[in-house]
């Protein structure tokens, strides 16, 4: 889902700032739930209430990067497959293939399983996309290649 505004400074700035907020609140909610192991529940209760602040702030970036009035259906399994599809093919076999070079195997197996969970959520959106008819164009530009390698095999004499 590209488009000029994407390439904004601000575009890649909301990015930044959702992606910061979205790793505080995962980040707090994991220092919660230590804190509440260790027996310390006021403190587990501080971060998660500090979490559930970070989920809001997060929320209103994407807001702006994704302005309600210009979502469908349609569009939000497509930008859920983009994003599933960049991580099993991409990031996660480039993070597996770093940790493996650095002898980090844990995080090599973490990476490995991560992408593979990618790849099924990327099946899953593909599927709900079906239903939508999201890749509705792409399947009739492959059907229309199709026809038309039949049509030049058979207009071809053997």
Same mark, same amino acid.
């Given at each position: 889902?590209? &488009? %000029? $505004? &994407? ?5 890649? &700035?909301?990015? %930044?700032?959702?992606?910061?907020? %979205? ?8 220092? *919660? $739930? ?9 403190? *587990?209760?501080?971060?998660?209430? =500090?979490? &559930?602040?970070? =989920?809001? +702030? ?9 302005? $309600? ?6 569009? /939000? ?5 983009? #994003?599933?599809?960049?991580?099993? =093919? ?18 090599? +197996?973490?990476?490995?399983?991560? #992408?593979?969970? %990618? ?10 996309? @079906?239903?939508? #008819?999201?890749? @509705?164009?792409?399947? $009739? ?11 030049? @095999?058979? /207009?071809?004499?053997?």
């Amino acid at each position: 889902m590209t &488009n %000029s $505004k &994407n390439n904004t400074k601000t575009f890649k &700035n909301l990015e %930044s700032a959702f992606a910061g907020e %979205s790793m505080a609140n995962r980040k707090y909610l994991y220092f *919660a $739930k230590l804190a509440s192991e260790l027996g310390e529940v006021e403190i *587990a209760k501080l971060f998660e209430d =500090t979490a &559930n602040q970070e =989920t809001g +702030h997060a929320f209103s970036h994407l807001e702006l990067l994704y302005p $309600k009035k210009e979502m469908t259906v349609e569009k /939000l399994l497509e930008i859920a497959m983009e #994003g599933e599809l960049y991580e099993c =093919t991409v990031m996660y076999p480039g993070f597996e293939s770093e940790a493996i070079q650095e002898g980090q195997l844990e995080a090599s +197996h973490e990476f490995k399983d991560q #992408g593979q969970e %990618s790849s099924q959520h990327f099946e899953l959106f593909t599927k709900a996309a @079906k239903r939508f #008819g999201v890749l @509705k164009k792409v399947e $009739k530009r492959h059907a229309d290649k199709y026809k038309e390698a039949l049509k030049t @095999k058979l /207009l071809t004499p053997m």
